[in-house]
């Protein structure tokens, strides 16, 4: 994955993807099994990508990128058409490396915890991380309610 950021006028520092999951290139589950899988990248911190074919890709890690594909259905009913095609990589506050990978349903963490993970975040970065967390439990809770 790259690992420069693209700085705003915020100082988080992370990298958001909007992938495209319609139109795969190839059988994705032939992807399960390795540690990362290529997404074609629609959307990179707001700025549209070009989409044709393995030059517009960038690898993910698995599961996370794996579930994306097969439940991405299901996701968009869930958490809405943006979240549910939405990777974003929050990255360590001094090396620009991704710490946190978060998906729609499920969050990758280089680290022994959580907690050790969000000290090496700067605070706007830890701050969007968590509420982005936050947002989608929410999303999940009012999916779930509805469906008793």
């Known amino acids: 994955m790259n690992n420069f950021i693209v700085r705003s006028k915020s ?6 993807y909007v992938v495209k999951i319609e139109g795969v290139l190839a059988n994705y589950n032939a992807f399960g099994s390795c540690k990362e899988m290529p997404l074609i990248v629609a959307e990179k911190n707001g700025e549209i990508q070009k ?3 393995w030059v517009a890709t960038t690898m993910f890690k698995n599961p996370g990128a794996l579930d994306i594909v097969l439940n991405h259905e299901k996701y968009k009913e869930i958490f809405g058409k943006r979240i549910a095609s939405m990777i974003i990589d929050y990255c360590d506050k001094n090396s620009g490396i991704p710490v946190v990978t978060l998906f729609p349903n499920m969050i990758w963490v280089d680290g022994e915890n ?14 969007d991380c968590l509420r982005q967390i936050k947002m989608r439990k929410d ?6 309610n509805r469906c008793k």
């Open 11 to 16: 100082r988080k520092r992370k990298n958001a």
């Open 51 to 53: 989409t044709d074919g």
């Open 114 to 127: 959580m907690n050790d993970v969000l000290g090496r975040m700067n605070h706007e970065t830890r701050r």
């Open 139 to 144: 999303l999940l809770r009012n999916f779930e």
